[in-house]
């Protein structure tokens, strides 16, 4: 059964650092992985999706690897700011499926 | 262009009501899904659909029932609601057979049974 985990559960930091949230996964047969980020009360907003075949997508800030042999992938924040506070979620689909599962998230605080 | 629509937004129930839990996409995506969000436990698939008439179980599908007569609507039942079903429940689509398989979600129920 795959497991992921997401390293760490909290992190608080000051604005402007860049930082660095942690997934990994235990099973390598993997279709993609998938980074959301959920806000208090609301929905999952997708920001990076990285098929099995692709070592990194970036978006803006945001920069996510994937390392499949090893079972893992890390989400970059640079210059992390107030509005970035968030819980970011790590799933994974197997192949040929859509059926996500996730890990239990990184929830961010970015002080002013 | 909706997204992924989800009703309602909020719903308080008895132990032992029934009730319908509605979504619905507007992008023509074959696959639509049912998550539960608990604290502790993150979210978890009860059931999934690939397309108009074919259902499955996820990892946590007891009392729970889905069917789907529609590519665009995926309704999730409580038959008999249990306070174990207190949770924030997630619907998500995407489409099948393209090398993108990225998910969208709907806001979520916020479902409380007393």
């Known amino acids: 059964k795959q497991e992921v985990t997401q390293i760490p559960a909290a992190l608080s930091v000051p604005e402007g650092e860049n930082l660095v949230l942690n997934c990994s996964f235990t099973d390598s047969a993997i279709y993609n992985l998938q980074w959301f980020r959920q806000d208090p009360g609301k929905g999952l907003t997708s920001l990076l999706l990285i098929q099995s075949s692709q070592r990194e997508q970036t978006s803006g800030r945001l920069n996510a690897s994937l390392d499949k042999s090893s079972g893992r992938s890390t989400l970059y924040i640079a210059a992390s700011q107030p509005g970035d506070s968030a819980t970011y979620l790590c799933a994974v689909t197997r192949s040929g499926y859509s059926t996500l599962t996730f890990g239990k998230g990184t929830m961010l605080l970015v002080s002013p | 262009n909706a997204g992924v629509t989800q009703t309602p937004k909020f719903q308080v129930l008895k132990t032992g009501q029934s009730m319908t839990l509605q979504c619905a996409q507007d992008?023509?995506?074959?696959?639509m899904s049912w998550y539960r969000q608990d604290p502790g436990m993150g979210l978890r698939l009860i059931h999934y659909?690939?397309?108009?008439?074919?259902?499955d179980q996820g990892e946590v599908p007891n009392g729970y029932n889905v069917s789907r007569s529609t590519t665009e609507d995926f309704p999730l039942r409580l038959l008999s609601a249990a306070p174990s079903q207190t949770s924030v429940y997630f619907c998500?689509?995407?489409?099948?057979?393209?090398?993108?398989?990225?998910?969208?979600f709907g806001p979520g129920t916020r479902l409380t049974v007393t």
């Open positions: 992008m023509n995506h074959e696959y």
């Open positions: 659909s690939v397309g108009a008439g074919i259902t």
């Open positions: 998500a689509s995407s489409y099948i057979g393209l090398a993108d398989y990225e998910q969208y």
